[in-house]
């Protein structure tokens, strides 16, 4: 066989090197990384003095923009509807409650999710943890929803080390590698670091020349409290054994986030990426999560249910904004417009949105778009069991109605509102504040800005001021679609599927 010619040396040394340039020349539009934390409490990051220490998230948030007056929504669910679709839960019927595993509902299939849209910009779109949309039929799957690649589990929380779901009297497997069930394969590898290395892998097998939107919605800080040894170790003198285990998985996250970061620079991918981090909803007290000084916990309307830790790491910011804080209102359904017309120079139908683009606010630090923002509209009289027909809104809001809204400085609530107390972390030498609401009151009205902490109800001093609300919350619920809630499904039961939690229809 003849050995190879100069011109044929010459050539294979081109394709080699157009290779490498294909690899790592930049992309045109920027990657984008969401990294979404579960039940992490206002107060459990570093830069808000906790005493767990979370020095990646300090690190990133220290050289970006913090988002100081941000806001989700206050369970798991609704948070991650409104950010990959742009809308509030009113507008999906949504409303109540979380999807739970076995009943038929998931984020309707006629609304376009953010992966969607960044796909048919170009993007490689990837999920890497917890969906907790809905999964009764394939078509409600993250790999129909637009992302090329799932590994994650489909319900809303499972054991971390066996990626089981145990759930309304049943038990099945939950862990998936795009549609295959993949528990077994990683029974006792803790799902903190496992789905930290498959972000990893995705980070160092990305084109370069490609745009990148990798989403992360980790399964930490949820319960269970489940932690390894040496993430323990740090705080085994903390007395309060749900404030240790939660405080051994909020480190474990935050190690994972500086890999995930190291991994981006090592792969050239940084210097043209945009970074965000959010809460989902405020901390659950009973499972070692705190908000202080803000009212209340995760399922409420409170402060300390809603207003979240989220900032925005980036390169790409401009160098006037960096290290600094925002105070302009930003709500988890601005993240749709934000990056998909913002970041990623792509277009909206902002006729169909709640959510605002709010790039420029973030990037320079100009005023955000946003002045009004709707926390919820909750109808009484959802049926415990669940209805197989969508539930009608009631045609006249009234103040029996659990809701919020926030216009400009100015926050009502109404209904039943629960989890009112101020709960300050274990070991603090702080006493609860357990505040006495007779059961006929049924509206609160606070300033914002002047009292965040929400100890003073105005709502005697300023009567038009909370009748303009009344008004705005009628506006609302007049473009409310009906509330679905389907009861519980038999069928869903894993020991009808091999053991796994997985579509039934």
């Known amino acids: 066989m003849a050995s190879a010619g100069p011109s044929s040396l010459l050539f294979c040394c081109c394709l080699l090197l157009l290779n490498l340039m294909s690899r790592f020349r930049s992309s045109p539009r920027p990657h984008i990384v969401f990294l979404l934390a579960d039940d992490l409490g206002f107060s459990d990051i570093g830069y808000h003095g906790s005493e767990i220490r979370t020095p990646n998230l300090d690190r990133l948030a220290a050289g970006g923009v913090k988002l100081e007056n941000y806001y989700v929504q206050p369970i798991c669910t609704p948070t991650r509807s409104q950010l ?36 048919e910009l170009g993007y490689s779109t990837h999920m890497v943890g917890k969906w907790h949309l809905g999964f009764y039929k394939k078509d409600c799957w993250p790999t129909h929803r637009g992302f090329q690649t799932f590994f994650g589990f489909l319900g809303g929380h499972s054991n971390y080390f066996q990626h089981t779901t145990s759930e309304d009297g049943f038990i099945g497997k939950d862990l998936r590698d795009n549609e295959e069930q993949v528990a ?23 084109d370069a020349s490609k745009p990148l939107f990798l989403y992360v919605p980790f399964q930490a800080v949820h319960g269970p409290l489940q932690a390894l040894d040496h993430y323990l170790y740090p705080y085994r003198s903390v007395e309060d054994y749900h404030r240790r285990y939660y405080a051994a998985m909020v480190a474990c ?27 989902d909803n405020g901390g659950q007290v009973s499972a070692g999560g705190y908000n202080w000084p803000l009212r209340g916990w995760k399922g409420s309307l409170w402060e300390g249910g809603t207003r979240g830790i989220g900032f925005v790491a980036s390169p790409l910011l401009d160098p006037s904004v960096r290290g600094s804080v925002s105070n302009e209102l930003i709500h988890v359904s601005d993240w749709y417009p934000t990056l998909v017309q913002g970041v990623a120079g792509g277009v909206v139908n902002r ?38 027909e969508p539930i009608a809104m009631p045609p006249v809001f009234t103040k029996d109605i659990t809701a919020a809204l926030r216009y400009m400085d100015w926050k009502l609530l109404t ?12 070991g603090s030498g702080i006493s609860p504040i357990n505040p006495s609401t007779p059961p006929t009151k049924k509206t609160w009205l606070f300033n914002i800005r002047d009292d965040p902490l929400e100890k ?7 009567p038009a001021m909370v009748n303009f609300l009344l008004d705005r919350l009628q506006f609302y619920l007049d473009s409310s679609a009906p509330v679905y809630w389907p009861p519980l499904d038999p069928e869903a039961d894993p020991a009808l599927h091999n053991g796994s939690w997985t579509s039934w229809e």
């Open 84 to 119: 990959l679709s742009g809308r509030y839960q009113i507008h999906t019927g949504m409303q109540h409650s979380i999807i739970r595993s076995p009943q038929r509902s998931c984020l309707p299939l006629e609304v376009p999710t953010l992966a969607e849209k960044l796909l």
């Open 184 to 206: 077994d394969q990683y029974t006792g590898q803790y799902s903190t670091l496992i789905f930290t290395q498959r972000a990893e892998q995705i980070i160092r097998n990305h």
């Open 253 to 279: 996250m935050d190690e994972a986030v500086g890999n995930i970061t190291r991994a981006l620079k090592a792969n050239n991918l940084w210097e043209n990426t945009v970074l965000v981090f959010s809460t």
């Open 351 to 388: 006729s169909e949105l709640d959510g605002f683009n709010q790039w420029n606010s973030i990037k320079e630090g100009s005023a955000s778009p946003r002045h009004e923002m709707l926390y919820n509209i909750d109808p009484p009289g959802i049926p415990h069991k669940g209805s197989e």
């Open 415 to 426: 209904g039943r509102q629960y989890n009112s107390s101020w709960i300050p972390v274990p």
């Open 456 to 462: 003073t109800d105005l709502s005697d001093e300023n």
